[in-house]
């Protein structure tokens, strides 16, 4: 997956409210590189997704603000992966076999 989508897999994994340890299980991507991810984008973006503490992490009001539309990015991202494993698929699709009508009779 392209770097950017995961961080934004990320935030939404985060975001849906899961931790960070959670979020490194289900994207296969070590703890530290999660924090890492997360920290990438509020330096790119300018503040603060999350609000971290003792008792875990909240979203902040501007991390509340664009996780749907990470979300939406992240859905839309697996639909395009759908329709070019589909595409790919040689079972799927028409065959087109043309010849000379001398040939088919």
């Given at each position: 997956?392209?770097?950017?989508?995961?961080?934004?897999?990320?935030?939404?994994?985060?975001?849906?409210?899961?931790?960070?340890?959670?979020?490194?299980?289900?994207?296969?991507?070590?703890?530290?590189?999660?924090?890492?991810?997360?920290?990438?984008?509020?330096?790119d973006?300018?503040?603060?997704?999350?609000?971290?503490?003792?008792?875990g992490?909240?979203?902040?009001?501007?991390?509340?603000?664009?996780?749907?539309?990470a979300?939406?990015?992240c859905?839309?991202?697996?639909?395009?992966e759908?329709?070019?494993?589909?595409?790919r698929?040689?079972?799927?699709?028409?065959?087109?076999?043309?010849?000379?009508s001398?040939?088919a009779?």
């Amino acid at each position: 997956m392209e770097t950017n989508l995961l961080k934004y897999r990320a935030f939404t994994e985060i975001g849906e409210g899961k931790s960070f340890t959670a979020a490194s299980e289900i994207l296969g991507v070590s703890q530290s590189g999660i924090s890492r991810m997360i920290s990438d984008l509020e330096a790119d973006w300018g503040f603060r997704l999350f609000e971290r503490d003792r008792n875990g992490v909240q979203l902040t009001r501007e991390g509340a603000a664009l996780l749907p539309y990470a979300k939406a990015l992240c859905s839309d991202f697996r639909s395009l992966e759908s329709a070019v494993s589909g595409l790919r698929d040689p079972s799927r699709g028409h065959l087109r076999i043309g010849v000379f009508s001398s040939v088919a009779t």
